[in-house]
C-alpha cells in the first residue's frame, strides 16, 4: 500500500489526491537539519488502513578510553531503547541507560 502522494509545486513537498501538502522536507528550501515532516492526521490515517506500525530504535554510545591520569573516568556508555506511535497518536517507550567501566590489565 502506498501513501498516494505526488509532487507538489513546491520543491520537496508531496501531496494527496486532494492537492493539499501533506509532505514537505523544508531544508530543501531553507537552511536548517534535513528532516521529511508529514501532517499527523494523515499518517494515522495511512497507518490505521495499512495496518503499519511506526517505530524508532534508538542506539548511542560513547567512550572514554586512554586517560592515564588517575583522576579522568574511564568508562564506556551506551544508550539505547524504542519508541512506537500508538493508534491514538501519542509516541510510547522508553530509553536505557548503560555505563561500564573500564577494566585495565597490564
Not at 488502513?49 to 591520569?69: A, C, D, M, P, Y
Request: proline share 5%.
Amino acid at each position: 500500500m502506498s501513501l498516494g502522494l505526488k509532487p507538489s509545486r513546491i520543491e520537496g513537498a508531496y501531496c494527496n489526491h486532494d492537492n493539499e501538502i501533506v509532505c514537505d522536507a523544508p531544508s530543501v528550501c531553507e537552511r536548517g537539519p534535513a528532516c521529511l515532516l508529514m501532517r499527523k492526521d494523515y499518517l494515522l490515517e495511512y497507518l490505521n488502513q495499512s495496518k503499519f506500525s511506526l517505530v524508532w530504535i534508538v542506539q548511542g554510545e560513547k567512550q572514554i578510553t586512554g586517560n592515564t591520569r588517575k583522576d579522568l573516568p574511564t568508562f564506556d556508555y551506551k544508550v539505547g531503547g524504542v519508541f512506537y506511535l500508538e493508534e491514538s497518536g501519542k509516541i510510547e517507550g522508553n530509553i536505557e541507560n548503560f555505563i561500564r567501566p573500564y577494566k585495565w590489565s597490564r
